[in-house]
């Protein structure tokens, strides 16, 4: 919308919490986060981001950081108003608001000169649409009347002594028995009252698609109606080096220069301050070969990139560089844990990309297709709404050669089993195959970032949602980044650094690992065969090894403390002590 401003976030919500799709009060009003075809054109307020990895990956020339403007010719994210059922307070009519010209005030009962209140229900599918809660059709059963609704003037009315559903009661001027909202949010609720209407709105005017699926009815604030689908990439060498950032300004007139020494010339580059016309060059070279091999299938995932950078030394250069990572020799850590590498990441940058969103369920690879879409297919743009971060982190490397040992265990692979059958479970229901198996080494290293962020939390001066986990486990990776997420609210404080640096890196891990040696749900939680969202976890709760979801890759799933602790029928199960 351009003008004035009708409420404000955080550029970093549009990605994480507020982005397409979703819904956001402001005020007495609801709005909903229009699609990118609707926002404005790049302006000069506007901040590019680029990270060529992740640019090839998601087929897309760059990345754009939410627009945040009060100037009325470039504007800022639009919305549009939804839900478009309205009450009033006053004489509790029930019916679509109608929003004519460019007013941007509230609407008004015209009766009762009183503003409207937006519906508190709305009703979802699981593949990303969304509309009004059919407060008709649930009041007539599922019926329609000849002629339709014309004639039916709705009303709802809360009784205010209770918050329940059952208070909420809503009548028809036909005469029909009055129903109350009670039960119209359990699962299969509106099977047989309303079908999936495939509407989404966030689109603006687009044909509603056919939808087989059952709509189920929530409250319009709850966590269910949208979940961010963010994808995320480290920036590493050579992309994080300065000199790759020079090019990437000026690659439109560098990318097919016949003469690239005469084109530097023409662009004053040959006397940079920081880099030689040779290190240009090279690397120019190197961006025009790393186009050329977009689709060599061949080509190493994102994270397999990263880790082999984590594990190698890159020393801090002139320049701006986004990624120094050197190594940090610990003889005790290695001689009493399973970790037989430390990095000490000074300085990293990751960049975060919305690249969908869904409903009812939070985003996995299981069910690909419910990634609800930003934009038309009809209108697909070239670049998404992406923020960067930049802050500090350790990676620890554990030894595949011990922890192959430990893994191959039979009583290790049966305290797993019971989590890979609930992950298979997960995949059944879409009718799909799992897309990898829960192995004891991935429940190992995930419960020992949880352990391991709770204890720096405390000694390093960040909270615990300003700390993240990266994880790098497959048969090649056995190793976690740990560092920082939210740069602009607490910081690069270096506290994690140094955890390392201070010397006491293996008294924290120790500490952190006999700190959920036991909790105060014990021996509940400890002894629980299944626990968490679709029993994806086991000894694990929130009062010993559960995060704020922001700082977990995997949705608080796949945790064991047991795999860290031992159990006290299986002490020996440790798979992080070497005396194991």
Known sequence: MKGKPIGGVRRAQLITTYGVGSLIAIGSESFMVAGLDLW???????????EHRLQQELNVRCFRLPPASDNDKYGDVPVIRFPEVQSCPGCNRLAKAR??????????????????????????????HIDDFPYFRWLHKGGTPAGGNRGHDLK????????????????????VRPVTMEGSLRKGALKGISSCTGRRPWLGNVPEEHCEELPRAMQRGASGVWFSDVRSALSIPPWSEGVQKLVERNWKSLRKAPDLRERLEELELTNHPSYSVTEIIQAVEHRRQAEAGTSDSSKPALKLEEYRALTRTTEEKPGKQDFVCVPWRDEQVEAELRIDQVMRVKRLREVRVLQGFSRLAAPSAENPSRRASLYTAENPPDWLPAIEVIGEGVFLRLDTARLAGWESRADVRARVAPIDAAYRQRFARFGLAPDREITPRLVLIHTLAHSIINEWSLDSGYP????????????????????????????????????????NLGTSIRTAIERISWCSADPLCMESDASGTDSLNRAACHSCVLLPETSCEEFNNLLDRALLTGTPDQPDLSGIRSSA
Not at 40 to 50: A, F, R
Not at 104 to 116: N, W
């Open 156 to 175: 709802l009315k809360a009784t205010g002594r209770s918050a329940s559903l059952g208070d909420i009661e809503i009548s028809c001027s036909c005469g």
């Open 40 to 50: 404005p054109e790049l302006g000069p307020y506007d901040q590019v981001i680029h």
């Open 464 to 503: 615990t949602a300003a700390l993240r986990e990266r994880l790098y486990v497959s048969d090649e990776m056995a190793g976690v980044l740990i560092y920082t997420a939210t740069s602009d609210s607490a910081g690069s404080l270096g506290g994690i650094v140094a955890q390392v640096e201070s010397g």
């Open 99 to 128: 929003f004519f010209g460019s007013t941007r005030g509230p609407a008004k009962c015209k009766e009762c000169d009183r503003e409207l209140v937006p519906s508190r229900f709305v009703v979802c599918c699981a593949a990303g």
